[in-house]
């Protein structure tokens, strides 16, 4: 089984700030998987990022980015520039040999004009 | 559809009533699961279920909970004698193979009140 801790329970940023979303992750998986899934407030949950245990190489993509680092089991999303429409409850999630996705309680991200 | 659809997408019933909940996946995606979302809370798994395997019923949180996918598509979730800490938001999810590292697409929930 896994586990998945976001400390930050909810951040608040104002426009054009760069903020990070923090994840840690235990697991007893040799093979495993991490995710990030937004779910704004319509409530429906949208994937973001996908990285297996074997790839530590970091992504960026537009104004998100990824840092993996299995020497500190964390899996760690910034937003750079962040906009209003950035606003979500953003999840961390991990997936190992059961094949179910286990989530973090979320970190809620506000994003001010 | 394009996408996982849920129905009802709200549920208001009295304690002590048996609910339905329905979850229709994408069509052609194997593997199906439930989750409970309680306010401010993170994603409780329930159930899953993988093509014509026995469906993992470990995350369910008592026997008042079922869920059954017939022909390996729609599923139903019910729950009986519904208490109000049943109140929740009620997530579906297929993907579609079997495998730690296909993500899984969600539908928009059913919100369940119980009175």
């Known amino acids: 089984a896994q586990k998945v801790t976001q400390a930050q329970t909810e951040i608040s940023v104002v426009e054009k700030e760069d903020v990070t979303l923090d994840c840690v992750y235990e697991?007893?998986?040799?093979?495993?998987?991490l995710f990030w899934y937004k779910q704004p407030p319509s409530g429906e949950l949208v994937f973001l990022i996908r990285?297996?245990?074997?790839?530590?190489q970091n992504e960026i993509s537009g104004r998100y980015s990824w840092n993996f680092q299995k020497s500190t089991s964390s899996f760690n999303f910034t937003i750079t520039a962040s906009q209003v429409v950035d606003s979500a409850v953003y999840f961390c999630?991990?997936?190992?040999?059961?094949?179910?996705?286990?989530f973090g309680r979320g970190t809620s991200l506000i994003v001010h004009p | 559809g394009a996408g996982v659809s849920q129905s009802p997408s709200n549920k208001v019933t009295e304690k002590g009533k048996d609910v339905e909940l329905r979850c229709d996946p994408i069509?052609?995606?194997?593997?199906l699961y439930w989750y409970r979302q309680s306010l401010g809370q993170g994603l409780e798994f329930l159930i899953y279920?993988?093509?014509?395997?026995?469906?993992?019923k470990s995350g369910l949180p008592s026997d008042r909970f079922s869920a059954e996918r017939t022909g390996g598509s729609v599923s139903t979730l019910t729950i009986q004698r519904t208490q109000q800490e049943d109140s929740a938001v009620y997530l579906c999810?297929?993907?579609?193979?079997?495998?730690?590292?296909?993500?899984?697409?969600f539908g928009q929930g059913t919100r369940l009140t119980v009175v």
């Open positions: 279920f993988q093509g014509n395997s026995a469906p993992d």
């Open positions: 999630v991990a997936t190992g040999g059961s094949y179910i996705p286990t």
């Open positions: 697991t007893r998986d040799t093979t495993y998987y």
């Open positions: 990285r297996n245990s074997f790839d530590e």
């Open positions: 999810a297929s993907s579609l193979d079997q495998g730690a590292g296909t993500e899984a697409f």
């Open positions: 069509s052609g995606h194997t593997a």
